[in-house]
C-alpha cells in the first residue's frame, strides 16, 4: 500500500475543491530538501569569513605558484600522411591509413608503451642522466615510470598531426629527448612497412610450398585415373572412344547403304527388269552384249517374216540364233545373281560386325560416362589448385620484387627546438582557479563550522518576542541583520520554523478562533481525545520507563534528526499524553528538537503558559503544533485531521527535528497503513485490561513492514 499525502482517509470527509472528482491531490507539504532561504541566510552570515579565507588562501596561492620552478617543455611535430603511396601498380602490403583515425589513435598510445620507450632509453643512456638519477636502479621500471611522467603523446585535434613533448629542468635536453622518441617514432612506422614487406613474402613463400604439393597431387590423380579407366584425350573436349564412336556409326551408315544397293541389284536381276547399274558394268558386259544381239537377231526375224513369211529358212535361222542367245542370257543372269548374292552376304556380314562393335563401344561408353564425371571432380580440384598456385605465386614474385621499395608514411615535419621560457601557465588563468578552489575551501569550512555548532558570539537573547502561530519564540529583527548568538540547536528550530511558515500556513492569533455552528466545532470531541485537567506526571520519570522498557531498542531512531513517530490508541477515550511526554523527553535528552503534533487542549494551554513545566532541559526544544486548527483555520476543514498529520510526516523527511504525532485513535487497518507509511515508529498505547480482540480486528491484514514498526506500550 502506498499513501498519497493529501488522500482522503475516509467517506466521511468531503473532497472540497482541493479534489475535484476525486483525482486531484493535495500535496504543499513535501518541501523538498533545499531551502534556498536557509542558504542566502548562510551565504550573509558569513560573507566576511568566507571573504576573508577566500582572499587569504588564494593570496598564499599567487606567492607559491610565482616560485614554483616550472620545467621547459620542448615539443616535437610528427606528419603521418594518411595518403598511398605506390611506386609500382601493385598494391602495397599496408596501405595507407586514410581516414582511419582509429588508428592513429592506436600507433599514438603505442608510444606510451614500455617495450617501444625501453630501447629508445637504451640507446639515450638515460640510466647515466642526472635527471632520472633518483629513478635509477636494478629495475628499470621506475626509470620507464618517471620518464613517462615527463613525456605527452598527443593528436593534434582531428588532423594527422602527432605531437610529442617533453619536460625537463635542462631545456637541452627536454628537446633531445623530444626529438629522439619522434624519431623513433619514424622509424617505428617505417620498419612495420619492411617487416611488414617481408613477412608476408615469407608467408607466401611458405604457402606456395603447400599449393604446389598440392597441385602435384591433385594433377597426378587425374593422371592415375584416366589410365585406370582407358581414358584417352585426343582434344580438350573429346575422348579417343568418342571418336571411336563417331567413326562406327558412320561405317554402318555406309554400310547399310551398300547392303541396300545389292539388295537391289540381286531383285532386278532375279525378275530381269533391268541391267545393273553404271558402277557394275565390268561384271554385266557380257549381259549386255547377249541382250544387244539378241535384239539384233529380234529385229533380224521381224524383217524376215515380214519378206519371207514364218517359213522360210532364213527365219528358221533366225530363230535358232534367237533360242541360243536366249540360253546365254539365262546363264549369265544366273552367274550375276550369284555374284550379287554373295556380295549381298558380305555386305550384311559387315553390317553386323559394325552394328556388334558399336554396341561394345557403347557399353564402355557408358561406363566411361561414370568415369568422366569422378573425372570432372578431379579435374577441377586440379584446376582451382593450378589457378590459386599460379595467383600466389604472382603475388609472391612482386611482393619480393618490392621489399626494398617502401615509402615511409610518417615524418617529422618541425624538430624540437630548445625552449627559452619554462612551461609557466598564465598567471590571470591561475588566478582565476585559485579564487574558486579558495571560494569552495572556504564555503565548505564555513559550512563545517556551522554544522559543527562552535559559537563565534554568545549575546544573550532579547526579551521581546512574538509569538509564532505554533509556539516558535522568533526574534524581532534589529539593524542590517541578525546576530550570531544562537546556541546549538537554535538554528534547526528557526529552520523548521521557516519551514512551516513556508508550508501556506499564514499567521494565526494566539488565540484561534473557533467557528461557531461549523462541522468542525461540533465533532471535534470526535477526533479529539477527551481528557480531563490533572497535573502532568513528570516526562522524564516517564522517559526512564519508556527508554528501559517497550522502547528499550528504539533510543537511537528517536534520538536521530527528521525521526517521525506516531503515537495512537484503539481506544477512543484512553489519554496517552504522558506516553507522548516521555516519548518526547527521551526524544530531546541530547538537546534534539522536537515538534509535537497534538489536540491534547491541556498539554497546548500548558505549553503556552509555562513552557517550563514539562521539565526540559530547554524549553525552546519543545514545539508543540495543534492539526485541528490548522485544518479548521487554514483549510476550511475541507482537510481532516489525519491528512494535515500525514503532510507534517512527509514534510519532516530529512529535517533537523524529531516529530512525534500525538494521533487520534484509528478505527481501521486502513489508517494504520497509511500512517505508517512516513513514520519510523508506530506506538500503540493500550491499558492492561484492553481486549486482544479489538487490537486483532483493527491489526488484521497489516503488512509485514507496518508489522516491524509497531511498538505497544500498557498504562
Request: hydrophobic share 40%.
Amino acid at each position: 500500500m502506498t499513501a498519497i499525502p493529501g488522500g482522503a482517509w475516509n467517506q466521511e470527509t468531503p473532497e472540497g475543491p482541493f479534489s475535484p472528482n476525486g483525482k486531484q491531490r493535495y500535496g504543499a507539504f513535501n518541501q523538498g530538501l533545499i531551502e534556498f532561504s536557509q542558504i542566502i541566510g548562510f551565504f550573509r552570515r558569513n560573507l566576511v569569513r568566507i571573504t576573508i579565507i577566500t582572499a587569504v588562501l588564494t593570496a598564499i596561492a599567487l606567492v607559491l605558484f610565482s616560485f614554483y620552478p616550472f620545467p621547459y617543455k620542448a615539443t616535437a611535430l610528427v606528419l603521418v600522411d594518411p595518403r598511398e603511396r605506390r611506386v609500382t601498380l601493385t598494391e602495397n602490403v599496408l596501405p595507407g591509413i586514410g581516414s582511419d583515425a582509429a588508428f592513429l589513435e592506436s600507433i599514438v598510445q603505442i608510444v606510451h608503451s614500455d617495450g617501444f620507450l625501453r630501447p629508445v632509453l637504451e640507446d639515450l643512456d638515460a640510466k647515466s642522466d642526472p635527471i632520472f638519477a633518483r629513478s635509477v636502479g636494478a629495475d628499470d621500471r621506475e626509470l620507464l615510470a618517471a620518464f613517462k611522467r615527463r613525456l605527452q603523446v598527443n593528436r593534434v585535434g582531428a588532423t594527422f598531426i602527432v605531437e610529442i613533448s617533453f619536460s625537463s629542468n635542462d631545456p637541452e635536453k627536454s628537446a633531445l629527448y623530444a626529438n629522439a622518441i619522434a624519431q623513433a617514432f619514424v622509424d617505428s612506422q617505417t620498419n612495420a612497412l619492411v617487416s611488414a614487406n617481408a613477412t608476408a613474402a615469407s608467408s607466401l613463400e611458405e604457402r606456395l610450398n603447400d599449393l604446389r604439393s598440392n597441385l602435384e597431387v591433385s594433377e597426378k590423380a587425374v593422371a592415375s585415373f584416366k589410365a585406370e579407366n582407358g581414358i584417352i584425350g585426343v582434344t580438350q573436349d573429346s575422348t579417343l572412344l568418342q571418336r571411336e564412336l563417331i567413326t562406327l556409326n558412320e561405317q554402318i551408315v555406309a554400310a547399310k547403304a551398300e547392303t541396300e544397293a545389292i539388295r537391289s541389284r540381286v531383285e532386278k536381276i532375279s525378275t530381269g527388269a533391268g541391267l545393273p547399274s553404271t558402277t557394275e558394268q565390268s561384271d554385266a558386259a557380257q549381259l549386255a552384249e547377249l541382250r544387244s544381239e539378241r535384239g539384233q537377231i529380234l529385229q533380224n526375224l521381224s524383217e524376215f517374216s515380214r519378206v519371207y513369211g514364218d517359213r522360210h529358212p532364213r527365219v528358221t535361222s533366225e530363230r535358232s540364233k534367237l533360242a541360243g542367245i536366249e540360253r546365254q542370257i539365262s546363264l549369265e543372269q544366273s552367274r550375276l545373281l550369284a555374284i550379287q548374292k554373295e556380295r549381298l552376304e558380305s555386305a550384311n556380314s559387315t553390317l553386323q560386325a559394325l552394328t556388334n562393335q558399336l554396341n561394345q563401344r557403347k557399353q564402355t561408353a557408358h561406363r566411361t560416362g561414370r568415369a568422366m564425371v569422378q573425372l570432372a571432380s578431379l579435374e577441377r580440384e586440379a584446376t582451382a589448385n593450378r589457378q590459386l598456385y599460379e595467383e600466389f605465386l604472382a603475388r609472391f614474385k612482386a611482393t619480393e620484387k618490392q621489399s626494398g621499395l617502401e615509402l615511409g608514411q610518417a615524418r617529422i615535419a618541425s624538430p624540437a627546438l630548445p625552449p627559452l621560457k619554462p612551461n609557466r601557465p598564465s598567471r590571470v588563468l591561475a588566478g582565476l582557479v585559485f579564487l574558486v578552489l579558495s571560494g569552495g575551501c572556504a564555503v565548505l569550512y564555513a559550512f563545517a563550522r556551522e554544522m559543527k555548532g562552535a559559537p563565534t558570539e554568545k549575546k544573550r537573547a532579547p526579551k521581546k518576542m512574538s509569538q509564532s502561530p505554533f509556539g516558535f519564540g522568533r526574534r524581532q529583527q534589529k539593524g542590517r541583520k541578525f546576530k550570531e548568538g544562537r546556541n546549538r540547536f537554535s538554528a534547526p528550530v528557526g529552520r523548521l520554523n521557516e519551514t512551516i511558515q513556508k508550508m501556506g500556513f499564514q499567521e494565526v492569533p494566539d488565540r484561534p478562533f473557533r467557528a461557531q455552528g461549523h462541522a468542525r466545532a461540533r465533532d471535534r470531541d470526535h477526533h479529539r481525545v477527551r481528557t480531563q485537567t490533572h497535573a502532568l506526571f513528570d516526562a522524564k520519570e516517564t522517559s526512564q520507563y519508556l527508554k528501559r522498557g517497550p522502547l528499550r531498542r528504539d533510543v537511537k531512531t528517536l534520538q536521530s534528526r527528521g525521526a517521525v513517530v506516531v503515537v495512537s490508541s484503539f481506544e477512543p477515550n484512553l489519554d496517552q499524553s504522558d506516553v507522548v511526554l516521555g516519548i518526547a523527553a527521551l526524544a530531546g535528552q541530547r538537546g534534539l528538537p522536537v515538534l509535537l503534533l497534538t489536540e491534547n487542549q491541556n498539554l497546548i494551554d500548558a505549553h503556552r503558559t509555562a513552557p517550563g513545566s514539562f521539565g526540559f532541559p530547554k524549553a525552546h526544544a519543545l514545539s508543540i503544533v495543534d492539526p485541528g486548527e490548522i485544518a479548521t483555520n487554514h483549510f476550511r476543514n475541507r482537510r481532516s485531521i489525519l491528512e494535515v498529520i500525514e503532510g507534517f510526516s512527509v514534510s519532516n523527511t530529512a529535517r533537523d527535528t524529531c516529530m512525534i504525532i500525538d494521533a487520534p485513535p484509528v478505527r481501521n487497518q486502513g489508517q494504520v497503513q497509511r500512517l505508517s507509511e512516513f513514520a519510523d515508529l508506530f506506538v500503540v498505547v493500550e491499558e492492561e485490561f484492553e481486549a486482544v480482540s479489538i487490537n486483532g480486528d483493527v491489526l488484521s491484514g497489516i503488512s509485514s513492514e507496518v508489522e516491524e514498526k509497531l511498538r505497544w506500550v500498557t498504562l
